[in-house]
């Protein structure tokens, strides 16, 4: 189910330049972005911990439907797919944000190594995007036709999506931590 999909590799990934004259301050806004990736990560948490019951062949659809509901986020989620749904569409709208405003920008003031990195996490963006797009479809291939080999079809997508995602944020704010405050990146 994602044999297709190049996981990311920390080795290939290129580093952006110590900026000269970057500041306490410029590193701390930089760190900001942070704030932004828990959200992320708190919503996966979450959906993880639906996945493994599921796994475990605990409860039925409704009692995910039970457990889908009663976490806090923005809609009343009856089903597990709409979960998944929901923070497919967080990560695609911040991935959105980022390609449109923040990397122009950076990509814009910044020197040929920062441009590299921003290149790179644009790159990387897709990858995540045809992750959710795989999440998506075993999750509505599970609701359709509940089976043992659909919840693993859906839990190996998932951790594939949850290593990337956090290995994707972790090389983010190293890298721009700087280029953030320097360049006035509003976040």
Known sequence: MIDDIAILDDETRPRAPKIAGATDAHRAHGRRLRLFHHAHIHQLAQLRRVIEALARGEGDEAEVAAR??????????????ALCGHECQMLTLHHMIEDQEIFPRLAASG????????????????????????LEEAAVALLRAPAPERV????????????????????????????????????
């Open 152 to 187: 693993e079809a859906v839990r190996v997508v998932f951790e594939a999506l949850e290593r990337v995602v956090l290995s994707h944020f972790g090389y983010e704010e190293r890298e721009l931590e700087e280029a953030l405050g320097y360049h006035g990146v509003a976040l």
């Open 68 to 81: 889908a509901s009663s976490l806090a986020m923005a809609e009343n989620y009856r089903r597990f797919g």
């Open 111 to 134: 020197s040929e190594g920062l441009r590299k990195v921003v290149a790179r996490l644009a790159k990387e963006h897709e990858t995540v995007h045809a992750l959710l797009v795989r």
